[in-house]
């Protein structure tokens, strides 16, 4: 017998565009109270008289207020010249202030507005010492909230250390009677926050692309951008697709990074007034220049010298044009460190009797699905001396005895190595 989902109070915090919407869905199965400082009207939603009134005796309090930025910002004029700005939290903080005063720890706090990384942790969850707060970003689009909400790519929960059990549980309970069967991606309350901007930001860089294929049609002429964006929307190999989603060493070989150089060209000589592909080669050349100084000061800090382990673009073929160790390598020589290269396909054989740091450059498992089976060790292309650290940006090497593993990217349970 599958467990009944309890009976769950639910205070509503903010009844605005998202929020009226959302509180009426959940209404449809719990007692809702809302509260709005606007005047607001609902057949479903109880409006509460004060903001106490839709939080006290709750057990889940949502809110939905806004996180806006100043009007200039807001669309209608050009934007990329102003200065980038952070959104404005005060009316959440606001609301969290006063809701310290009126919950209890028994009382499950949920914020929906939209923050950037680090906010919760860093700005909101001291406001609130008094109840449990947890961050449940909407992937939602004007126009469709309701069916969103009953339909969610994924319902995304994040705790103070990513837990799936207590207060993740107890929100994918409340879901439970809501939406059938729904994709959970549960983490830390900074995770969280990052998968909903980069959800959204990822949608904003394949738009910005397949319209400058539109723009590339009407300045070029024998065009249609839909023959050329339907053959690329089929590709399901390689771009709709899982692949590329791993993060770890960046693109090389001897076609992308020149790819991209023409490209450049190419929106120049027909005057398209932007440059996309500047921001992605400089992008990766500073990604690999953070690389080049995690392994440095990894090498300083022990005295050993530094191998990197994969010289060509990729595993199994004989080929450095372009190839992103090289340019990880370029970076580690301007600190004043030699590179010592291995990678049988290139020639490159030394015996490595003495422990080294090692960049683990190469993952066939990445690089071909084909290889998924492969054990993680074989990306070794020498047994590691005892005493050896592996710097492994795709953080699939196993701990082994004698061996310090540093995973890049993963920074949950250490401080960041690229922090300022
Ligand atoms: N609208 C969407 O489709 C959508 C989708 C995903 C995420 N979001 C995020 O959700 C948040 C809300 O967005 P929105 O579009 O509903 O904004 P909105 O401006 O339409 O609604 C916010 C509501 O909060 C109310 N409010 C402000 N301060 C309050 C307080 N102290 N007490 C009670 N109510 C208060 C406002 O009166 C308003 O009705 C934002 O962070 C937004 O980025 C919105």
């Known amino acids: 017998m599958t467990a009944r989902t309890a009976a769950y109070r639910v205070g509503f915090i903010g009844l605005g565009k998202l929020g009226m919407p959302c ?48 009007p200039a910002y807001g669309g209608a004029a050009p934007i990329s010249a102003m200065a980038p700005r ?9 609301v969290l202030g006063v809701l310290n005063a009126l919950t209890t720890r028994a009382q499950l706090v949920v914020l ?53 059990t207590g207060d993740a549980a107890m929100l994918q309970d409340f879901y439970r009677p809501l939406v059938a069967e729904p994709r959970y991606a549960i983490g830390t309350w900074d995770e969280a926050e990052c998968i909903k901007i980069f959800y959204n930001t990822f949608i904003s860089m394949k738009i910005g692309i397949v319209n400058m294929i539109q723009d590339v049609a009407e300045a070029h002429g024998h065009i249609d951008v839909d023959v050329v964006t339907d053959a690329l929307k089929a590709s399901d190999q390689r771009i709709v697709s899982p692949r590329y989603m791993t993060a770890g060493m960046g693109d090389g070989g001897p076609c992308h990074p020149r790819d991209n150089i023409a490209l450049r060209f190419l929106a120049q000589r027909l005057d398209l007034g932007y ?3 500047d921001a992605i080669i400089a992008s990766r050349e500073r990604q690999a220049h953070n690389l080049a100084r995690v392994v440095v000061r990894a090498a300083e800090r022990r005295d050993l010298p530094i191998v990197i382990n994969g010289k060509a673009y990729k595993p199994g073929v004989p080929f450095t044009d372009g190839s992103y160790s090289l340019l990880v390598a370029h970076y580690i020589e ?12 290139t020639g490159d054989t030394p015996t490595i009797t003495h422990p080294a740091v090692f960049l683990l450059a190469h993952d066939a498992t990445v690089a071909y699905p084909a290889a998924a089976q492969m054990p993680r060790t074989a990306a070794m292309y020498c047994v590691p001396p005892t005493g050896n ?15 310090e593993v540093i995973s890049f990217g993963n920074a949950r349970h250490r401080p960041g190595l690229l922090a300022p």
């Open 389 to 403: 650290v592996v710097v492994d940006p795709w953080r699939q090497f196993p701990p082994s005895e004698g061996i």
């Open 112 to 164: 929906i507005s939209t923050v950037l990384p680090g906010t919760s942790r860093n700005q909101l969850v001291s406001l609130l010492p008094n109840a449990r707060f947890i961050y449940n970003p909407y992937l939602i689009a004007m126009g469709s909230v309701k069916w969103d909400l009953l339909n969610p790519e994924m319902i995304i929960i994040g705790t103070e250390d990513g837990a799936r």
């Open 334 to 345: 301007a600190e004043g460190h030699r590179v010592i290269w291995i990678d049988p396909c």
């Open 86 to 94: 952070d959104f404005d939290y005060q009316p959440v903080k606001q």
């Open 275 to 277: 440059d996309i592909f």
């Open 23 to 70: 509180a009426e869905v959940f209404a449809s199965h719990y007692d809702v109270i809302g509260f709005d400082v606007a005047p607001r009207q609902s057949e479903s939603v109880r409006i509460a008289a004060t903001l106490a009134e839709a939080v006290v005796g709750r057990d889940i309090i949502f809110i939905a207020v806004e996180t806006p930025h100043e």
